[in-house]
């Protein structure tokens, strides 16, 4: 039998299950580290792979896997999503509300380092999806319009993030929960690192990053052009992601909440945007061509506790669907790859790698 995958027609996220009940995560970050080439072949050509059946349900098995599997951790300064450190290099994938969907994105597109890897690990499947929807970001980079994806290239990104000192929220975190310091200085400094740009307003208490980043990048490895950003996430028209998950009524409140920003004096706007760039607005048709190229490209899948989900973050764009229930879904950042190409526009799309030539050796002890 061939290999399996989340998506079989496109061959997206291979899938390989432990028929040996007694492989631990011990053994399989082992064989990860010995079999490392074929490993980053496999996700080349398949964005990433899913090991179910191989690993218990127990939070320190995911920093056990990663240290034996020879990742090398990356920390979750200037993110934007509340996480919280369970312990050492692993965090809790996110501690947003279940009400909200996280649309589909690459981790931390926004900053001048990013993860190469990601590890996503289950110790607890929500009662009711929660699910961990996944977009291969070259075929999206193919699916949009020529024109779209020209300008973005051209014009690239620029991400504004609004934090206050005091008021955490659903929209924002506080800029010492963002930047993991209490010293205005040092946070400023830690931001300059990452790529964002600090300007501190000392009557609002308001910490105000910009971020100028490229829209697409041209993948390392495989030299195929990603969709590379997180425009979606950010833009104004996010409630129409709730109401693409049925939730037309908490849609209607984040608009209400949104529109009355307006009162709110420019200085005292805490939260998230993003512009084009050169600072002129994108368009909520843009937006909407985009989220309609990421939803068509999203496969989901339901979590079993054990399963351990590696994704090239480069290629793999992962999201949260709202869920019920409890949820424990832990996260791993790898190999931070700083980048900063962007990608040429093509006619078309390069054709992807033949399946057929990845080697998918057995898993041994
Ligand atoms: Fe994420």
Request: proline letters at 7%; a positive charge.
């Amino acid at each position: 039998m061939g290999p399996r995958f989340l998506d079989d027609e496109r061959k997206f996220i291979l899938v390989r299950e432990g028929d040996d009940r007694h492989l631990s995560e011990r053994s399989l970050g082992a064989w990860c580290s010995r079999h490392r080439n074929d490993l980053v072949q496999m996700l080349d050509h398949h964005g990433g792979i899913l090991f179910r059946g191989s690993m218990a349900a127990d939070a320190d098995a995911l920093g056990r896997f990663a240290a034996d599997a020879g990742f090398t951790p990356g920390d979750y300064l200037g993110g934007s999503t509340p996480r919280t450190q369970v312990r050492g290099d692993v965090y809790t994938s996110t501690d947003l509300s279940p009400l909200f969907p996280i649309p589909v994105h690459n981790e931390m597109s926004y900053l001048a380092r990013y993860p190469r890897f990601l590890l996503f690990f289950c110790v607890q499947p929500a009662r009711r999806a929660g699910w961990t929807p996944l977009a291969d970001m070259g075929r999206v980079y193919a699916r949009l319009l020529a024109a779209l994806r020209d300008r973005f290239d051209r014009l690239g990104l620029c991400y504004t993030f609004r934090l206050s000192s005091r008021h955490p929220n659903a929209a924002a975190k506080t800029w010492q929960g963002s930047l993991g310091t209490v010293s205005l200085d040092e946070a400023c400094e830690i931001a300059r690192r990452r790529g964002l740009e600090p300007v501190w307003d000392d009557r609002s208490g308001v910490l105000t990053l910009t971020s100028r980043r490229p829209a697409t990048l041209r993948h390392p490895r495989t030299q195929v052009p990603v969709w590379f950003n997180q425009a979606h996430v950010y833009h104004e028209s996010y409630a129409d992601e709730l109401a693409h998950h049925g939730r037309p009524v908490l849609a209607w409140v984040v608009r209400q909440v949104n529109a009355r920003q307006q009162y709110v004096p420019s200085r005292f706007r805490t939260g998230y945007t993003v512009t084009f760039g050169d600072g002129s607005p994108i368009s909520r048709e843009e937006i909407r061509t985009l989220r309609e190229a990421l939803w068509a490209e999203t496969v989901t899948f339901d979590w079993q506790p054990g399963d351990l989900l590696l994704l090239d973050n480069l290629r793999a764009a992962h999201g949260r669907t709202p869920f019920s229930g409890k949820r424990r879904i832990l996260t791993y950042l790898g190999d931070d790859w700083p980048g900063t190409e962007a990608a040429p526009v093509l006619d078309q799309a390069p054709a992807w790698p033949r399946s057929e030539e990845v080697r998918t050796p057995d898993i041994a002890h």
